[in-house]
């Protein structure tokens, strides 16, 4: 096995790529290998390939496609998306601040979006997705998934007032409670849910009811919930306002 680093240049672009292979010939005659980026697709008839060194073992191969790409990773023309050999870290090498301080912001933010579009069309394949009845019955027996009508694994139990208390500390701690009362945080929050960006802009609960239920359903519920708000008392009533 012959192991070997390479760089493909582009003839009109002169946008380039560098890489490591093993190959059962030499890697001269390994020509119609031309790379394989994942980001950047260009048409290989118009690459030229350029061996740049040989090697023992495939570990010397990657380090030297490593010290390469981490020199030219912020050339513009340069086409690599990804440093070999860095130590695994999903939620840092696809944070998009990671990614524009490695790669430049030119780079890091198309390999963000590309990453994103990946997420997407992820969760757009697992929508339609069904559990096996088998698996629906061994989440089930583990208390992790519910059906209509079963009872959830912590009812009837009591909180202890310790961790009542370490609750109480976490989420109406004076510093969290002062920033969300601070006209800075609301101004925030008011223009990131304001108008279009509301899910619940423009509609009624009738209207999220008839959407999810159908129209027949959704009249039978609306009623029902009017008839149970029939002498209630606003939450809001007798509060001034600040």
Same mark, same amino acid.
């Given at each position: 096995?012959?192991?070997?680093?390479?760089?493909?240049?582009?003839?009109?672009?002169?946008?380039?790529?560098?890489?490591?292979?093993?190959?059962?010939?030499?890697?001269?005659?390994?020509?119609?290998?031309?790379?394989?980026?994942?980001?950047?697709?260009?048409?290989?008839?118009?690459?030229?390939? =350029?061996?740049?060194?040989?090697?023992?073992?495939?570990?010397? #191969?990657?380090?030297?496609?490593?010290?390469?790409?981490?020199? @030219?990773?912020?050339?513009?023309?340069?086409?690599?998306?990804?440093?070999?050999?860095?130590?695994?870290?999903? @939620?840092?090498?696809?944070?998009?601040?990671?990614?524009?301080?490695?790669?430049?912001?030119?780079?890091?933010?198309?390999?963000?979006?590309?990453?994103?579009? &990946?997420? $997407?069309?992820?969760?757009?394949?697992?929508?339609?997705?069904?559990?096996?009845?088998? =698996?629906?019955?061994?989440?089930?027996?583990?208390?992790?998934?519910?059906?209509?009508?079963?009872?959830?694994?912590?009812?009837?139990?009591?909180?202890?007032?310790?961790? $009542?208390?370490?609750? &109480?500390?976490?989420?109406?701690?004076?510093?969290?409670?002062?920033?969300?009362?601070?006209?800075?945080?609301?101004?925030?929050?008011?223009?990131?849910?304001?108008?279009?960006?509301?899910?619940?802009?423009?509609?009624?609960?009738?209207?999220?009811?008839?959407?999810?239920?159908?129209?027949?359903? #959704?009249?039978?519920?609306?009623?029902?919930?009017?008839?149970?708000?029939?002498?209630? &008392? #606003?939450?809001?009533?007798?509060?001034?306002?600040?």
């Amino acid at each position: 096995m012959n192991y070997y680093t390479y760089k493909v240049v582009h003839q009109d672009t002169g946008e380039y790529y560098y890489g490591s292979r093993k190959s059962n010939g030499t890697p001269e005659k390994d020509t119609k290998y031309l790379g394989s980026p994942t980001v950047w697709l260009p048409e290989k008839s118009k690459l030229n390939k =350029t061996i740049i060194g040989k090697w023992e073992d495939e570990k010397e #191969a990657l380090i030297e496609e490593a010290k390469l790409v981490r020199k @030219y990773i912020k050339d513009p023309l340069n086409r690599n998306y990804h440093i070999p050999n860095i130590k695994f870290n999903l @939620y840092k090498r696809t944070s998009k601040k990671w990614l524009i301080e490695t790669y430049g912001e030119e780079k890091g933010l198309e390999r963000y979006n590309k990453i994103c579009e &990946k997420r $997407v069309r992820t969760r757009m394949e697992n929508d339609g997705y069904k559990h096996t009845e088998k =698996t629906k019955e061994k989440l089930k027996n583990s208390g992790t998934l519910f059906e209509k009508g079963d009872k959830p694994w912590n009812t009837g139990r009591k909180l202890s007032e310790e961790h $009542v208390e370490n609750i &109480k500390k976490t989420w109406h701690s004076d510093k969290r409670m002062k920033l969300m009362q601070s006209n800075t945080y609301k101004s925030k929050m008011s223009k990131a849910l304001s108008g279009e960006k509301n899910p619940m802009s423009n509609k009624s609960l009738k209207d999220v009811w008839t959407e999810k239920y159908g129209p027949e359903e #959704a009249e039978k519920r609306y009623l029902a919930w009017r008839e149970k708000k029939k002498g209630q &008392k #606003a939450w809001n009533k007798g509060l001034k306002k600040t």
